[in-house]
Nanobody, 123 residues
Framework: EQLVESGGGLAQAGGSLRLSCAAS????????MNWVRQAPGKGPEWVSAVNSGGRSTYYVDSVKGRFTISRDNAKNTVWLQMNSLKAEDTAVYYCAAARRLVPGTTREEYVYWGQGTQVTVSS
């Protein structure tokens, strides 16, 4: 596995979770890292991205001000800090790597794609 997510679970509305994605077997520092989510019965939604150096971050409007993406290239890890969670944040969250800012919703748009971690927010 090149990307392994962790940190998902059950949270109450208004609470927080921190997702982690550990990368291996590729040049992590060369890639934009993304989080893409898929809610039950819905199509995938791109959530956030960080550029290869970690200085530029991007978010879908629905999570701006609540989620923060960050990375540590020395640790080959990207995180998604999720605060003020809402029921509509419930989804499987996938970590994905791309050579440029996509921001896409299909696996074919990314070079590497993780197995996903479930986030459930109870209202």
């Amino acid at each position: 596995e090149q990307l392994v997510e962790s940190g998902g679970g059950l949270a109450q509305a208004g609470g927080s979770l921190r997702l982690s994605c550990a990368a291996s077997k590729f040049s992590f520092s060369s890639y934009y890292m993304n989080w893409v989510r898929q809610a039950p019965g819905k199509g995938p939604e791109w959530v956030s991205a960080v550029n290869s150096g970690g200085r530029s971050t991007y978010y879908v409007d629905s999570v701006k001000g609540r989620f923060t993406i960050s990375r540590d290239n020395a640790k080959n890890t990207v995180w998604l800090q999720m605060n003020s969670l809402k029921a509509e944040d419930t989804a499987v969250y996938y970590c994905a790597a791309a050579r440029r800012l996509v921001p896409g919703t299909t696996r074919e748009e990314y070079v590497y794609w993780g197995q996903g971690t479930q986030v459930t927010v109870s209202s």
